[in-house]
């Protein structure tokens, strides 16, 4: 515009947005992710993640590799918080990009304004957790389905097959999206590409597969069989639906999630993309009988919820507008969480030990340990967290009443058998001879000349299913696997002061713990024993499993779960 002989600002600024507007808006949210994954303090699950990277695998007890091989490359070249995240950052950024691709009519504005109303991108985006490599693969997958059910040629099949594998290997949950497409398109069963997709897709996984065979399917079985179900409470099913709101939102997600769903797809795509959000949704509302669901667990249904409530918004001028009228709130909230994460200026205690506690503690509680290895009480998350902030070895030394984790797998319990270490809690200060104040409040440590868990001894039960009556005895016979490192450890140390017990639960808890008589000594001359035991339990269907521990440490998990039926 030209106003007395001169062009007005405003006129050559807006032309300059209207020409580059997708640099502009990449490239912001990009810079952005890098800052902020530099300034913030690693999450405990990012953390735990970066000790994954140290024990490369093909699989780990609670996820497939994928995290674990983004962290080692991007850490292999920044050597802090931004190194942790680097990949995922980048993920973060390509997935936009895909989604966008999948868009027939495009509305870029209103495109990036459903995008920067999701919070859980641009808050939670560039944390290295599984579901940002989910959230990329599950992009791409619908990209390559796309591309594939256009031509079927031998081309996409291969591409798709390759993508369907990197999903899987992101999160056990690609898995959904793999089935609820091919129940979204039948066809797909008619055609030998899409066999040939589904091989090359078994093929990658084979050596994922072989991991779990090798360690007795453990990820599959703890999260199918063993596994406590707690007790159903109406409070399952409420939560999963405000956390479904709250992440497509926190403002933007009531009109969002309606969008999509009401939006009636006009083509074969765009009605796999609805089966797959429709489908998950229903699928994690029907797992809110069983437990409590995570709100991120769903994340994959953020593509088609971004692709169809766009179809549905640009129909809908009315709808539209209500978005626009929230946004700015939302960009304001998003802000200030922004902000909240990196500055530590709000004295609001949980946010100070979610984002603001392990910065400088872990170097002075490194001096007073010695540099000696650490041991923590049942938390994975201070002994990542203490590992990477120190640069000091640190270990979980896990109880049998909560859920195992990688800590029960990895070679560290045996590295450190039988070696001074120092054991930190934050729990029960009264045992400990010293402790240190720090944002997490007062941390226990002592000095432990020799260090003795057994979570690596395993006890086989034959049978692994019981009925009796009340008051009846429980007859089986136990199989103690115990490695060599193990079974020297206890016969230098006869007056170790060891139980073998019995824990007994239900699936509303822990119930009793039966003390069985054993002692390490006795078990490593047998090997294999033959035990009875009164449980002492009335009518009901219960559960027990061995755990051994000695002195003050845990007792560790040390068998699969028995089934016991008392009637």
Same mark, same amino acid.
């Given at each position: 515009m030209i106003k007395n002989g001169r062009?007005? *600002?405003?006129?050559?600024?807006?032309?300059?947005?209207? $020409?580059? +507007?997708?640099?502009?808006?990449?490239? #912001?949210?990009? =810079?952005?992710?890098?800052?902020?994954?530099?300034?913030? /303090?690693?999450?405990?699950d990012e953390a735990y993640y970066w000790v994954y990277s140290h024990f490369p695998a093909w699989g780990?007890?609670?996820?497939?590799?994928?995290?674990?091989?983004?962290?080692?490359? !991007?850490?292999?070249?920044? +050597?802090?918080?931004? !190194?942790?995240?680097?990949?995922?950052?980048?993920?973060?950024? @390509?997935?936009l990009m895909i989604i966008e691709t999948l868009i027939v009519k495009k509305n870029a504005f209103l495109f990036y304004a459903i995008v920067l109303s999701l919070g859980v991108l641009q808050i939670s985006g560039f944390v290295a957790v599984p579901d940002t490599p989910l959230i990329f693969f599950?992009?791409?997958?619908?990209?390559?389905?796309?591309?594939?059910?256009?031509?079927?040629?031998i081309?996409?099949?291969?591409?798709?097959? &390759?993508?369907?594998?990197?999903?899987?290997?992101?999160?056990?949950?690609?898995?959904?999206?793999?089935?609820?497409? %091919?129940?979204?398109?039948?066809?797909?069963?008619?055609?030998?590409?899409?066999?040939?997709?589904? !091989?090359?897709? =078994? %093929?990658?996984l084979a050596p994922h597969?072989?991991?779990?065979?090798?360690?007795?399917?453990?990820?599959?079985?703890?999260?199918?069989?063993?596994?406590? &179900?707690?007790?159903?409470?109406?409070?399952?099913?409420? /939560?999963?639906?405000?956390?479904?709101?709250?992440?497509?939102? *926190? =403002?933007?997600?009531? &009109? %969002?999630?309606?969008?999509?769903?009401?939006?009636?797809?006009?083509?074969?795509?765009?009605?796999?993309?609805?089966?797959?959000?429709?489908?998950?949704? &229903?699928?994690?509302?029907?797992?809110?009988?069983?437990?409590?669901?995570?709100?991120?667990?769903?994340?994959?249904? %953020?593509? *088609?919820?971004?692709?169809?409530? +766009?179809? @549905?918004?640009? /129909? +809908?001028?009315?709808?539209?507008?209500?978005?626009?009228?929230?946004? *700015?709130?939302?960009?304001?909230?998003?802000?200030?969480?922004?902000?909240?994460i990196v500055f530590d200026f709000l004295p609001i205690k949980p946010i100070q030990e979610r984002y603001h506690s392990w910065n400088t503690w872990p170097t002075t509680m490194k001096e007073k340990t010695k540099g000696l290895p650490i041991v923590f009480s049942n938390s994975y998350q201070r002994a990542s967290k203490y590992w990477f902030y120190s640069g000091q070895l640190a270990y979980s030394q896990n109880s049998y009443r909560d859920r195992k984790n990688n800590y029960d797998f990895w070679p560290l319990e045996d590295s450190l058998l039988g070696k001074p270490v120092y054991f930190l809690d934050i729990y029960q200060l009264s045992r400990f001879t010293d402790s240190l104040k720090t944002p997490l409040g007062w941390i226990g440590y002592k000095y432990d000349s020799c260090f003795a868990s057994f979570a690596k001894i395993n006890v086989v039960t034959i049978p692994r299913k019981f009925v009796t $009556?009340?008051?009846?005895?429980?007859?089986?016979?136990?199989?103690?696997?115990?490695?060599?490192?193990?079974? #020297?450890?206890?016969?230098?140390?006869?007056?170790a002061r060891d139980t073998i017990r019995a824990g007994v639960f239900n699936k509303d808890g822990w119930i009793k713990d039966v003390f069985t008589g054993l002692s390490l000594q006795q078990i490593n001359r047998q090997k294999v024993v033959d035990l009875n035991f009164n449980p002492e339990l009335p009518k009901g269907k219960y559960y027990f499993l061995f755990a051994i521990n000695d002195d003050d440490y845990n007792a560790t998990h040390n068998s699969a779960k028995v089934t016991l039926e008392v009637k």
């Open positions: 062009h007005e *600002p405003n006129f050559f600024l807006g032309r300059f947005i209207q $020409k580059n +507007h997708r640099a502009l808006f990449y490239g #912001s949210w990009l =810079l952005l992710a890098l800052i902020q994954s530099r300034y913030t /303090e690693l999450l405990d780990y007890f609670d996820h497939p590799p994928m995290i674990a091989l983004l962290i080692k490359v !991007g850490y292999g070249f920044v +050597h802090n918080e931004l !190194g942790v995240r680097l990949l995922p950052v980048l993920m973060n950024l @390509f997935s599950t992009a791409a997958f619908f990209w390559a389905y796309k591309k594939f059910t256009d031509k079927f040629s081309e996409y099949a291969l591409i798709l097959g &390759v993508i369907a594998a990197l999903l899987v290997y992101s999160k056990y949950h690609g898995v959904l999206i793999i089935l609820f497409t %091919l129940m979204s398109n039948t066809r797909l069963l008619t055609k030998y590409q899409t066999y040939l997709a589904g !091989g090359i897709t =078994l %093929l990658l597969l072989w991991w779990q065979f090798q360690h007795d399917w453990v990820s599959f079985r703890y999260q199918l069989f063993e596994n406590k &179900v707690e007790r159903y409470s109406v409070n399952f099913t409420i /939560e999963y639906i405000g956390g479904q709101i709250l992440l497509t939102g *926190p =403002l933007a997600g009531l &009109v %969002l999630l309606p969008a999509a769903l009401l939006y009636k797809g006009r083509n074969l795509f765009e009605k796999t993309l609805y089966i797959n959000l429709a489908g998950i949704y &229903v699928f994690f509302l029907l797992s809110s009988f069983r437990g409590t669901v995570e709100a991120n667990w769903t994340a994959p249904v %953020l593509i *088609p919820l971004i692709v169809l409530s +766009h179809q @549905f918004l640009d /129909e +809908h001028p009315r709808w539209q507008k209500i978005l626009f009228k929230l946004f *700015p709130v939302t960009l304001i909230l998003v802000l200030m969480c922004r902000v909240i $009556k009340p008051g009846g005895i429980i007859s089986l016979k136990c199989v103690f696997e115990i490695p060599e490192k193990y079974s #020297s450890f206890i016969l230098s140390h006869p007056s």
